[in-house]
């Protein structure tokens, strides 16, 4: 089975900016999580998704969203970008996201400049 | 809201040393635990997990943790570590009632050197 996927690998922006990255979850899986990391915070969660609705949110400014289709596959969006946002953004997968195991995908890295 | 916290932030031994990674995690009820490694360039794996039955669990690469439930720790050990062990260790909690979110610690990098 391919593992989860994240589109954009790289990326560069500029402040007020907006971005959209991707997840492509593993086959099968219907919820997809996003975290994101920065050296010394660890991963902090974004949301999650199931069955194309948030089903759990984090405590990040509406300038953070996301969405689900209905293949799984998962984006999220930042607006108006600022430099705190730098970070490397993931994406994990898992089957139903209730009691079974995430599956993290490589990660975009989003410099914001 | 459940918290987790790993007080070894940055952890320096040299090859063959054992490892004891601490986690502690505030949550009274029924929670799923997890290790996972980020090794230099590479995604997060999993290493290992616990979701019920024997308390002691063992994952790869000859790593195990211990739940003990009264102390709402899940330790992470290896005895004997090898350079090839360096990497970002994070340990994750996930409440079991409901659709809880999983919450993680702040992770530990440990370099072993040769």
């Known amino acids: 089975k391919a593992g989860v996927t994240q589109t954009p690998r790289y990326l560069i922006k500029t402040r007020g900016q907006q971005v959209t990255l991707s997840c492509s979850p593993i086959?099968?899986?219907?919820?997809v999580s996003w975290y994101q990391q920065t050296p010394g915070q660890g991963l902090q969660f974004l949301f999650e998704?199931?069955?194309?609705?948030?089903?759990n949110k984090g405590n990040f400014p509406g300038r953070f969203s996301g969405r689900q289709f209905s293949n799984s596959r998962s984006e999220m969006n930042v607006s108006t970008l600022e430099l705190g946002d730098s970070a490397l953004y993931l994406c994990?997968?898992?089957?139903?996201?209730?009691?079974?195991?995430?599956?993290f995908g490589p990660g975009t890295r989003l410099t914001v400049l | 809201a459940q918290s987790v916290s790993q007080h070894n932030h940055h952890v320096i031994l040299s090859e063959a040393a054992s490892l004891e990674l601490g986690c502690n995690y505030s949550?009274?009820?029924?929670?799923?635990l997890f290790w996972y490694v980020q090794y230099p360039g590479q995604h997060l794996q999993l290493l290992l997990k616990?979701?019920?039955?024997?308390?002691l669990v063992k994952g790869i690469k000859g790593f195990e943790a211990e739940f003990i439930k009264s102390k709402f720790s899940f330790n992470l050990r290896k005895p004997s570590v090898q350079w090839s062990d360096t990497a970002e260790y994070f340990c994750?909690?996930?409440?079991?009632?409901?659709?809880?979110?999983?919450?993680f610690g702040t992770g530990t990098k440990l370099q072993v050197i040769p």
């Open positions: 994990a997968s898992s089957l139903q996201g209730r009691t079974d195991t995430q599956y």
């Open positions: 949550y009274g009820g029924t929670v799923n």
């Open positions: 994750a909690v996930k409440v079991v009632e409901g659709y809880q979110k999983v919450t």
């Open positions: 998704y199931f069955s194309e609705t948030q089903r």
């Open positions: 086959s099968g899986h219907r919820s």
């Open positions: 616990y979701f019920s039955g024997d308390p």
